[in-house]
C-alpha cells in the first residue's frame, strides 16, 4: 500500500475525507492533473508534467505509471465527451485506430509493470532526452487544409502505426499525444482540430485497456489517481469545448508553446 508522501494509512479510509495533513498533497495532484488535461487536450506531453509529482509524492515508478492512467482515462473521456458535445467526431476511423493500438497498449503495458524499477528510471530518461530532441527539430508546417485521407491504404498506415503507438501508450505514455498528432496531420493529411478529436478517443481507448493491465497487476494508487483524475477531468473538458471555437489557430499555438516549454525542460532541468 502507498501513501501520500509517506503519510498515514488512514488516507485509504474514504477518498472524500481528508485531513489537513493531507489537504497539500490533494490539492497538488488537483492542480496537476488541471494543467495536464489542459496540456494533453491542446497538444499533448501532460504525463511529462504528472508522473514526476506522482513521484514526487512517494509512488515507485510502476506504480506512479499505473496510477498516471486514471488521470488519462478520464481526462481523455472527458475531452472526447467535450468534442462530442459540439458535433465533433472522426467515428468509425477512431474506432478503428483505437482498437489497434489497444492491442499494442497490452503489450507496453505488461512490460512496464515487468520492467526494473531502476531500469524504468533510466528508460524514462533517454525517452525524454528524445522527446526533447523531437520537439526542437524544425518541421514543416502542420496546418494542412486538405481532405481528411482515412479510408483505403491510408486507413490501413493508421491502424499499423497506431499498433506500434499502442505499445509506447500502453509502456508509458508520455509524449505520445505530439507523436499522434503528428502522424494523423501528416499520413492522415487531417486538420489540427481533427487530429485533436481523434486523438482523445483513441487515448481513452488504448489507456483503458492499459489501466485494466495495470490494475491486474496491482500496480495502481487508486486514491492518489482519483485526485488528479478530478483535476484533469475538468481541464479536458473545458479545453475541449473552447478549442472547438478556436480552431486550429489556437491549438497551433498551444503545441508551438509546449513544445517550447518541454524543450527548456528537459534540456536544462533533468
Not at 484533469?232 to 513544445?259: E, P
Request: proline share 3%; no cysteine.
Amino acid at each position: 500500500m502507498h501513501t501520500l508522501l509517506g503519510g498515514d494509512p488512514s488516507l485509504y479510509v474514504s477518498l472524500f475525507f481528508v485531513t489537513m495533513e493531507e489537504l497539500f498533497p490533494i490539492i497538488l495532484l488537483v492542480v496537476v492533473g488541471f494543467l495536464a488535461g489542459v496540456i494533453n487536450t491542446l497538444a499533448g506531453g501532460g504525463s511529462l508534467l504528472t508522473l514526476p509529482v506522482l513521484i514526487f509524492l512517494g509512488l515507485p515508478p510502476h506504480i506512479a505509471n499505473g496510477t498516471n492512467r486514471i488521470a488519462i482515462v478520464v481526462q481523455s473521456l472527458s475531452g472526447a465527451v467535450g468534442y462530442r458535445s459540439k458535433g465533433m467526431h472522426t467515428y468509425p476511423f477512431n474506432m478503428y485506430l483505437g482498437i489497434s493500438a489497444s492491442v499494442g497498449a497490452v503489450i507496453g503495458a505488461q512490460l512496464a509493470v515487468e520492467i526494473d524499477g531502476a531500469l524504468f528510471n533510466k528508460m524514462l530518461a533517454v525517452i525524454m532526452i528524445v522527446v526533447g530532441i523531437l520537439v526542437l527539430v524544425k518541421s514543416k508546417p502542420m496546418d494542412i487544409q486538405m481532405p481528411g485521407r482515412l479510408t483505403g491504404k491510408y486507413l490501413w498506415m493508421g491502424i499499423i502505426g497506431f499498433f506500434i503507438i499502442g505499445i509506447y501508450g500502453g509502456f508509458i505514455n508520455a509524449g505520445v499525444g505530439f507523436v499522434i498528432m503528428i502522424f494523423l496531420n501528416r499520413v492522415n493529411q487531417m486538420s489540427l482540430l481533427n487530429t485533436n478529436v481523434t486523438k482523445v478517443t483513441v487515448v481513452t481507448i488504448y489507456s483503458l485497456v492499459a489501466l485494466v493491465m495495470f490494475a491486474y497487476n496491482d500496480a495502481i494508487d487508486w486514491k492518489i489517481g482519483f485526485w488528479m483524475a478530478l483535476g484533469t477531468s475538468a481541464g479536458a473538458w473545458i479545453t475541449s469545448r473552447w478549442s472547438v471555437k478556436k480552431g486550429d489557430r489556437v491549438i497551433r499555438i498551444a503545441m508551438l508553446v509546449m513544445m517550447a516549454v518541454m524543450a527548456v525542460k528537459l534540456w536544462f532541468f533533468q
